[in-house]
Nanobody, 125 residues
């Protein structure tokens, strides 16, 4: 069993920054990619960013591109999402997820195998 634990969420004013972390543990953890998703009240879960463990390929949703950076520490099995210039519309529960095998598509949440419990990000105006 694999466990993903997010941390780093909180309340921040518009224009501020947060750094989210996602630590993976459990059986020998191997993963093709780690993604970040978010879900605001009344909305569907949406893709935010993704990074592959080898090669470090990254991709961002247009809504966060230029304001966010995804990174990983392979030795610690941890992924990070640095978010800057936060806006009230960034308010959501943020989830990390692991895609354990390559499936040819990194964006649909249904193609991810393991999920964290989520961390709340609230941006006040």
């Amino acid at each position: 069993q694999v466990q993903l634990v997010e941390s780093g969420g909180g309340l921040v004013q518009a224009g501020g920054s947060l750094r989210l972390s996602c630590a993976a543990s459990g059986r020998t953890f191997t993963s093709y990619a780690m993604g970040w998703f978010r879900q605001a009240p009344g909305k569907e879960r949406e893709f935010v960013a993704v990074i592959t463990w080898t090669g470090g390929y990254t991709y961002y949703a247009d809504s966060v591109k230029g304001r966010s950076t995804i990174s990983r520490d392979n030795a610690k099995n941890t992924a990070f999402l640095q978010m800057n210039s936060l806006k009230p519309e960034d308010t959501a529960v943020y989830y990390c997820a692991a895609q354990t095998t390559r499936r040819g598509n990194l964006f649909p949440p249904q193609l991810y195998d393991y999920w964290g419990q989520g961390t709340q990000v609230t941006v006040s105006s």
